[in-house]
């Protein structure tokens, strides 16, 4: 069982405690010295997440814990989901395999295969 991030009730939760403290967004926008209330507004409805050292601002603006910023949910994955990770990990790896020999390449080095 794995512990993750609930995007969407994190960010419904953060909205509700801002709210309940009369923080808006533009005073977050503010604080956090960002140039405008999207990145706020993506975290409230789910879109993504705050960086670690902005949840830390959050926190000490709503005096919790940053931990109570987070709604966490367990997550059980199906072998489907796992097949999926690994082929996506194996597609990466030969992408950055064939990247690397056309650098080779490039230079005039040969590469050869290991199983002869």
Known sequence: MNYVVDMKKTG?????????????????RKELGLKSKQSVYRW??????????????LACMLQVPVDELLVLTTETLSDERVMEIIKWCNDKMKESDKLRLSYWENLGVVILPLDL
Request: aromatic share 12%; glycine share 6%; hydrophobic share 45%.
């Open 12 to 28: 419904a939760h953060m909205k509700e405690l801002f709210a309940e403290k009369n923080i808006t967004v533009d005073d977050i």
């Open 44 to 57: 409230f409805y789910g879109a993504a997440l705050p960086t670690v050292g902005h949840l830390y601002t």
